[in-house]
């Protein structure tokens, strides 16, 4: 296993917010090419635009279960636009770190959240999704997904 920091290690054995929603309003998968991992949000989103419920579902490590469940932390109670400011680095620095050959399983979390508020998005009305656009991730989409954890 490699060398996780605590605070790492408590989101991995006592994730936050694993799991689908119910009705989600936004879902987001995306698969990690660097290891062929699944990372897969669900949100539920106010009226006035705030994610009031999160989930996620992953196939994938320590680093990118303990990376979603923060992400899922972060983002919830945020206004969609605030939670599209998440960076990767933001969810590294907020787990005080990962090893650095885990930083890309941080980038799964980032992308499947910003997928899941596209996908909001995509499910308006168009004249009210001028505010909607994103940039587009170089994560593949994956048609399964399920959770699961590995110890590497
Ligand atoms: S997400 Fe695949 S190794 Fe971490």
Redesign the pocket.
């Known amino acids: 296993m490699s060398n996780y920091n605590k605070k790492v290690l408590k989101y991995f054995l006592n994730p936050k917010n694993r799991g689908k929603i119910k009705k989600p309003d936004g879902v987001g998968m995306v698969g ?1 090419p ?2 062929g ?1 699944i990372m897969k949000i669900y949100i539920k989103v106010s009226k006035d635009e705030i994610i009031e419920n999160i989930g996620f579902e992953t196939l ?2 320590v ?2 279960v303990a990376s979603s469940s923060i992400t899922t932390e972060m983002a919830k109670g945020k206004t969609l636009k605030q939670a599209l400011k998440i960076k990767k680095d933001d969810i590294v620095k907020e787990l005080t770190g990962l090893p650095k050959e ?1 930083v890309h ?1 941080s980038v ?1 979390a980032n992308q499947a959240l910003k997928k899941a508020i596209e996908n909001y998005y995509s499910k308006l009305p168009a004249s009210t999704t001028s505010t909607a656009k994103t940039s587009s991730c170089s994560a593949s989409t994956k048609s399964t997904a399920s959770t699961r954890s590995r110890s ?1």
Do not use: F, I, P, R
Request: aromatic content about 0%; proline content about 0%; hydrophobic content about 35%.
């Open positions: 990690n660097v290891c991992d994938g490590c680093a990118a885990k399983c799964l590497h």
